[in-house]
């Protein structure tokens, strides 16, 4: 096992043996307090109805004749000595047979009870517990009154054997019972310590051949715990990471293509002209005028993409009418639109509020949206601009504007659509930049359109036209 599991089975065993421990010190405390009570209150109730048969026999005698018969009688157990003293303080019965005729308090003995007839005291009845035989007189035990310990070991804190015995059972019990909880705590520790240390050596293998490059590496997991939760969002960053190297590899490739092109336009242009080949004329500096334009709006576009992606993008924001937006826009592509007869129109809501946006960037996203859907509109064909204000739209879980541009062009089919906003990304890869652009047109609407806190998604069917939908938040409004 790693480290890792051994800290985890030790911390376990240590909890348990912490616990274990001040269980066994409290519960043999315990149970030493409450037997000893116990055994206090049996011998006090025992001492006590006997006093009460002594008065009763006394009464009956007159004397104490035959009393020390009556006390060895009376005995619970050979451990158990009786003692009783008349009125004047002398012994007069003693179950072990050694202290007749002496007198109590030359014995230190006290707190025994009395024994009364007609409200007179006749005696005193103390009863001990002896370590051995009746009539040893080997006192190991206590006074059963408690605080009136008269027997030396008593002040040693011993016991007498049946509580001893009671007690070391008792202990014997609980460090059994202790031993099996830190045995079971031990297993259960290397068990639950490999349980989380396997899905940790599987991320960390999975993080070493990430490391070396190996973006297709997954963990496999089975747990349903926080340990399985950690595992799919490492795969998802496995495949997070994995989409981007593959779009940065693409991305390398497409912007190598595309300035191939324009580059090679260019230089062979330049070299047909200074060979004499190509004569300096208006075309062909033309096309040189061109072809530069092209590569200024490739890189401008990979610009704006780029600052919006790393969140530098700055918006000047200000309250704008988007009818008057969209309007703006649709007459500037009016003559495009006529050249290939598609009809341009737009339906707004005369309730359209204003929203504060970035009008350049805005007007970049629209722009963008009516060249695609007009790159895409056979003649014949409509393009259509919607806008709409609604109390909550499912792509922003609020209130919103929606813009949408439907057209009815050829469609798209349905395992392109995810893809559209990708960059460099074409429907047809067969198709030139003249005809389909350099495919960053939609990559910089999905951009702008999130820039402003908003969403952009496109719905289409072949044959039936495609439709894009921008979806721009509604919490500043005029």
């Not at 969140?311 to 007459?331: I, M, Q």
């Not at 409509?382 to 057209?407: E, F, Q, R, Y």
Request: net charge negative; charged share 20%; aromatic share 6%.
């Amino acid at each position: 096992m790693g480290r890792l599991s051994w800290k985890l089975g030790g911390a376990l065993l240590l909890v348990a043996l912490i616990a274990v421990g001040i269980m066994a010190v409290l519960v043999n405390q315990n149970v030493s307090t409450e037997f000893r009570n116990y055994i206090q209150h049996g011998n006090m109730m025992y001492i006590q109805n006997l006093s009460s048969d002594l008065s009763r026999y006394y009464n009956l005698q007159k004397d104490w004749t035959g009393i020390q018969d009556v006390l060895e009688g009376s005995l619970r157990s050979n451990r158990d000595r009786l003692v009783l003293a008349d009125s004047s303080g002398q012994i007069i019965a003693d179950t072990a047979g050694e202290w007749q005729g002496e007198l109590s308090a030359d014995l230190n003995l006290n707190n025994g009870v009395s024994v009364k007839s007609s409200g007179q005291t006749i005696g005193t009845l103390y009863g001990l517990t002896s370590g051995g035989a009746a009539g040893h007189g080997q006192l190991t035990g206590r006074g059963m009154m408690g605080s009136g310990s008269v027997i030396n070991n008593e002040q040693t804190g011993t016991f007498p054997s049946a509580e001893t015995n009671f007690l070391n059972r008792t202990n014997n019990y609980l460090w059994i019972a202790g031993s099996i909880a830190i045995v079971a705590a031990l297993l259960l520790g290397i068990l639950l310590a490999r349980q989380i240390t396997h899905p940790l050596r599987a991320l960390a293998n999975g993080a070493h051949e990430i490391a070396k490059g190996n973006l297709g590496y997954r963990v496999k997991l089975n747990s349903k715990d926080e340990l399985g939760e950690l595992g799919q969002s490492f795969n998802s960053m496995a495949i997070s990471l994995d989409r981007s190297e593959q779009a940065r590899k693409r991305l390398i490739s497409d912007v190598t293509h595309e300035l191939r092109t324009p580059l090679t336009i260019i230089e062979g242009t330049v070299d047909g002209m200074l060979d004499g080949v190509f004569p300096a004329d208006k075309e062909y500096l033309d096309s040189i005028k061109e072809q530069t334009a092209l590569l200024t709006h490739l890189v401008s576009s990979l610009r704006d993409i780029s600052l919006a992606e790393s969140g530098h993008l700055k918006l000047e924001r200000v309250f704008t009418n988007p009818a008057d937006l969209v309007s703006r826009k649709l007459s500037q592509f009016e003559p495009a639109a006529r050249e290939k007869e598609v009809l341009l129109k737009m339906e707004a809501a005369s309730d359209i509020p204003e929203v504060k946006v970035d009008v350049r960037r805005m007007d970049q996203v629209i722009a963008n949206l009516l060249s695609n859907a007009l790159r895409h509109s056979a003649g014949g064909g409509i393009i259509t601009v919607t806008l709409h204000a609604a109390d909550h739209i499912s792509h922003l879980d609020k209130p919103g504007l929606m813009l949408s541009v439907h057209d009815t062009g050829e469609g798209i089919p349905a395992e392109h659509l995810p893809h559209l906003f990708e960059r460099f990304y074409r429907v047809e890869d067969s198709r030139s930049k003249n005809e389909g652009g350099v495919g960053l047109g939609l990559s910089i609407v999905k951009q702008m359109v999130q820039a402003h806190g908003g969403q952009v998604w496109a719905e289409s069917e072949p044959g039936k036209g495609s439709t894009f939908h921008v979806a721009l938040p509604l919490d500043e409004t005029k």
